[in-house]
């Protein structure tokens, strides 16, 4: 599995993996990771960024060889579609939209909304809506609507997963935390400007570029869905 897996320090390189923030945004603990710096910003490490993301990938590769599940979460704005595509091929759940507090924590009510959800769709799939008036189906349709910007990625989420793949550390702090209090293995790209101790594999990286997390995502998915063919055989 991850012996067909090649990481490139050129292609990372090409990719913009290499910037971090802005120097005087740079949190004391990713001073490891750092190579020195351009125009005021931060480089990596490339070649430990590679080490590090191979760890990352011998990890995912296991627990999905285990038949283990894990969830995609990226929020930032320009990385959303990135997120969704990739979660979608390979076959994992997603969070894209805002964090909903208690997604982990509190994962009993959020399956409560998500089966209502679902209850919903399906009601106005077979017609069962059809009996309400058309300003009580028009609402019905608004409430679906805005319950699949919330749920439409964790539909098929039964159960807690075994880990959890943030492409954005500092704007999903929320999920990591709540990760690290259900005891869920957290994979994280992390940029210059966190903390990443919160994070049990880190991949040191810029999360901002959208050619960056799309090299990291293109990496991850390849293990995860060469993984789940080798264990299926």
Same mark, same amino acid.
């Given at each position: 599995m991850l012996k067909d897996i090649k990481l490139s320090v050129e292609e990372m390189e090409k990719a913009g993996v290499n910037f971090g923030h802005k120097?005087? %945004? @740079?949190? =004391?603990?990713?001073? *490891?990771?750092?190579?020195?710096?351009?125009?005021?910003?931060? @480089?990596? $490490?490339?070649?430990?960024?590679?080490?590090?993301?191979? %760890?990352? @990938?011998?990890?995912?590769?296991?627990?999905v060889s285990e038949g283990k599940s894990i969830i995609f979460v990226g929020t930032k704005i320009q990385m959303k579609a990135v997120v969704q595509q990739g979660a979608v091929e390979c076959g994992v759940p997603y969070v894209t939209e805002r964090w909903l507090g208690g997604t982990f924590t509190n994962f009993e009510t959020i399956q409560k909304r998500v089966? /209502?959800?679902? $209850?919903?769709e399906r009601k106005k799939e077979t017609?069962? @809506?059809? &009996?309400?008036? %058309?300003?009580? *189906?028009?609402?019905?349709d608004k409430e679906i609507a805005k319950l699949k910007v919330k749920f439409e990625g964790v539909r098929n989420m039964s159960k807690l997963p075994d880990a959890v793949i943030i492409f954005g550390l500092d704007? $999903?702090?929320?999920?990591?935390?709540?990760?690290?209090? &259900?005891?869920? &293995?957290?994979?994280?790209?992390?940029?210059?400007? #966190?903390? =990443?101790?919160? #994070? $049990? /594999? =880190?991949?040191p990286a810029n999360d901002d570029a959208i050619s960056s997390v799309r090299y990291i995502m293109d990496t991850i998915k390849e293990v995860i869905i060469n993984s789940k063919n080798t264990s299926s055989k």
């Open positions: 120097v005087s %945004k @740079l949190h =004391p603990k990713m001073k *490891q990771y750092v190579s020195g710096m351009k125009n005021n910003v931060h @480089l990596f $490490d490339l070649e430990k960024t590679a080490n590090e993301l191979e %760890k990352a @990938l011998a990890y995912v590769s296991r627990i089966s /209502y959800f679902k $209850d919903l017609g069962d @809506l059809a &009996k309400y008036t %058309k300003k009580e *189906q028009l609402d019905f704007k $999903d702090i929320t999920c990591a935390r709540e990760a690290k209090r &259900k005891g869920i &293995k957290i994979v994280a790209i992390v940029d210059t400007n #966190v903390n =990443p101790d919160i #994070v $049990d /594999y =880190p991949i």
